[in-house]
């Protein structure tokens, strides 16, 4: 099994709703380092998982259209609790949208997995894995 | 599949018994980064895999018992070689045993899964991964 | 010259002011890897620059205040751009008033000079030196 | 399962044939940083996965053979795209070789997998997992 | 004094010439982690040491120019061992031309230093300061 | 003003004597990353700052010598408090009487100064710099 990782990072606004949450229930933020990973059990013609090139332009796409907000007022994530474990999954749905509707080429539909890891900080991140 | 992992640290001294450790057959001792990761298949009802804070102050108090000691004087350790390897079972195991004890909260009862890696250096470490 | 590093971290919310900010205009937040350095000529009697519990306990004490906070109504930063090399110093200058007050022991009379670096990200952090 | 990973590291130069390496299909280079994960369901009678200190040998014996070569003048990859995650495939099947040959010890027997990691910068690298 | 640093990479081939360089005397290649530090002893109007999004643009500039290629190849290189301290000193001082040409806008003109850090590995790097 | 930098590391047991150091007063142990920076103002005219792979064999020497040890034991360090700071000033001394001796070959005469950065953690590490 192969896998190709590519980095990014987004810094955003927000507040989560609950007890667990302690003091992070208040407004405050997050820079997210955001590591995509493309899984698939063989390699294509030209000896890659998928264009690199392409997929960090996808991740930067998605990473760019979050970053700078204030999450709280996106309409997508309205009544959400955007937890770390949270992002990394819309992230991941986002970038699998995108690898259907073709946008990492044709040699992309190898494609068989999908991760994408949030770094919130040193010492805390959160991973979330599906199938494509 | 989601999982998140909180990171801490414990300095110990200990020796190891067997050709195959050559010079670390005398007393020394070590850094280990602990990370330690919790998973599970979905998140629960406020979106996250498990009460963060909750899960590194467990894992704080498991690596502060161990802490500043010579784990060749610690009775649970009799005649064991104290490893790398052998050590991330061993906080795993008293992890999930926290686990079990609901030390992490009712919402800690999703959890599937948990790993543990201890870095003992930047160019090695070991891993440990069991059900839950 | 001695130094001594302790590591912390911070997470805030906060918008920048100016053109020059772009997107960061908007809302949004960050999470700052804090590394506070303690500077002397020389060691003390403990062989040691500064008591490094001590030191990270004021460290957490700072970077504690600001966590979670929404920077934009901290009344301390009315009027304020919130920037990276702005919170670096910010910190520092706290840091020295609690050094002056004798909060890191009568030891600390001996540190010449601190320094705070923030990480905003993988790719980018801020430096500020002062003497003390 | 338990795991154990060694890192080292290679510079080498290459080019890259095909449309979807833009410059990269120029000669260029690369330091790639080599994690070489191995894995077992249960310890060894040392309480180990493997002798650590073989297995950075034998990493280093097959890292070191192609370091500081031109990738494009090695015969044994006449005609291939020494692409990272190939390079990943191609320095574990390496490897998994030796470790058949018995150069990791009799231990090694009891080894099911073997994963190498490839690092091509901060923020791009590939991996490739197989079993023994 | 503050400072802020923004980090980019290239990967280049070279050789080195001189007995000192033993195997790296062979074309091989490797990838740079660069860390451009701007120094200044006060902040802008703006809170800033620099316009960090053209910082980065610049330095990407320059760090693309070079990247993806063989440095024997480069007649601004010709005859001159390509180290990595001395690549480190020709970004600086490319980067210090761009700042007195004012790429960095009106508000560089306030920078008193610059230092350019490479990185050819986890284990070596170098770094090059100069006056602005 | 150019300097390189070689990172290798060291585990080794010790104990620390003096209220100030709490739990660490009882036999524990570390590892230590080490970061030997060697500076001059110019290059020599293979446009380096040292032979890095003397530089490192040197190092490693050096810190080979303290690696695997109870550092309570050696007679170099009776009576004295070997925490991280002072650690890192011994082992600068060590290198600066190597360089003095010529082990780093002639054109290290050049070197004006030397720092040695010890990580004892992720969140804790100590620095001494000294002229040559």
């Known amino acids: 099994m192969f896998s190709v990782t590519v980095r990014d990072h987004l810094m955003i606004a927000h507040s989560l709703d ?11 933020g997050a820079t997210y380092l955001v590591d995509a990973t493309f899984r698939r059990p063989d390699l294509d013609d030209d000896n890659i998982v998928v264009d690199m090139d392409l997929a960090a332009r996808e991740v930067r796409g998605i990473v760019g259209a979050l970053s700078y907000q204030n999450l709280d007022d996106d309409p997508d994530f309205a009544g959400i609790n955007t ?4 992002l990394a999954k819309a992230i991941a749905d986002r970038l699998a949208a995108r690898i259907h509707a073709g946008a990492l080429g044709p040699g992309a539909h190898g494609l068989t997995g999908l991760s994408v890891q949030l770094h919130e900080s040193h010492i805390a991140w959160a991973d979330y894995h599906r199938a494509l």
């Open 18 to 28: 609950g007890e667990v949450f302690g003091p992070a229930r208040r407004l405050h």
């Open 83 to 86: 937890t770390t474990e949270f």
